[in-house]
């Protein structure tokens, strides 16, 4: 009978290459550990820090008001809406029902004035084609031919209702295109509280402003030199273009000239909106907005606030090195 053969069980795979794993291990910890430059010895290149300087001088920052005693103002002032504006740092000092809607009466022709030199030259000729006697007026006659800018110098100076009437008639499109041009501009300024349906400041349910809302409108009025000059001149007289007729104008502002540093800008009074003001004052560098609406004393108020500012607030000076 033939032998069968023995088959001896595979080996795995793992016990026939240990000689060469072991070797392949070994090795590889010699290289590791061998003295020279590996993973564990290389040191990182660190690159020298280097400082430029810049091509351009760094602005330096406006001033910025701090507050040095926490005080604030309190039932001396009545007015139903407050705002202290720190023009150059953009920092309000103080704040008292800023986002109400409250009737702004003539300190709407602020934004009047705005809408009028976006369409206008000044040396454009309106001819009057009728009067408006309600109000406070710079005596306009019905047909008269006036430049936009002897009816600007009415409209900001003595604050006439005839003159913002005169400019509103003369847009392509009539008043109405004018107001709806008012609300336009309001939009792209960012005044998001406020809305127009006339170009004089009449009492309107929907005609309406934030007293924050103004202090930002008039920031960007002053920054026109037409409106800052004119909204600072305490009286002049303008004519129409043939000399025959001569307005003489005087500010309402009474703070203009009592008040070192006051350069306007707006005062409002109706009725339903009591006595507004708002006011630019230029003082030891600093130049602030005060807007006051719904006063019972505009002007005395407004003269406490200014004087609260200065004994409360001072300006840090940060020098850019």
Not at 243 to 255: A, D, R, V
């Amino acid at each position: 009978m033939p032998k069968q053969r023995r088959h001896s069980a595979k080996k795995p795979w793992w016990q026939r290459s240990l000689s060469k794993i072991l070797y392949l291990f070994i090795l590889g910890v010699f290289f590791l550990l061998y003295p020279g430059q590996n993973i564990y010895t290389i040191r990182p290149k660190v690159g020298k820090t280097v400082m430029r300087r810049l091509p351009f001088p760094l602005p330096t920052p406006a001033p910025y008001p701090t507050s040095m005693t926490g005080l604030y103002p309190g039932e001396e002032i009545t007015a139903a809406g407050v705002v202290v504006l720190d023009v150059d740092s953009g920092v309000y000092l103080y704040k008292r029902n800023e986002e109400v809607l409250l009737a702004p009466a003539s300190t709407t022709k602020i934004l009047t004035a705005l809408v009028v030199l976006d369409a206008y030259q000044l040396d454009d000729v309106v001819t009057v084609r009728s009067v408006v006697n309600d109000g406070q007026v710079m005596g306009l006659v019905a047909g008269e031919r006036i430049t936009v800018e002897n009816l600007l110098y009415g409209m900001l100076i003595a604050s006439g209702n005839d003159a913002a009437y005169a400019l509103a008639d003369h847009y392509e499109g009539g008043a109405e295109r004018f107001i709806a041009a008012m609300n336009e501009k309001a939009r792209t300024l960012h005044l998001t509280k406020s809305h127009f349906t006339n170009p004089v400041g009449y009492d309107h349910p929907d005609h309406k402003m934030s007293p924050i809302d103004l202090a930002r409108l008039s920031g960007i009025a002053l920054s026109n030199k037409t409106i800052a000059k004119m909204v600072a001149i305490p009286q002049i007289t303008i004519s129409d273009v043939t000399y025959t007729y001569f307005h003489p104008l005087k500010n309402i502002n009474q703070l203009l000239g009592k008040i070192p540093g006051v350069g306007g800008i707006k005062t409002g009074w109706t009725e339903g909106a009591g006595e507004n003001l708002v006011t630019l004052l230029d003082r030891s560098g600093h130049r602030l907005i005060f807007v006051v609406l719904k006063s019972r004393d505009r002007f005395g108020e407004t003269a406490k606030l200014i004087d609260w500012v200065f004994a409360n607030y001072q300006w840090q000076v940060f020098e850019p090195k």
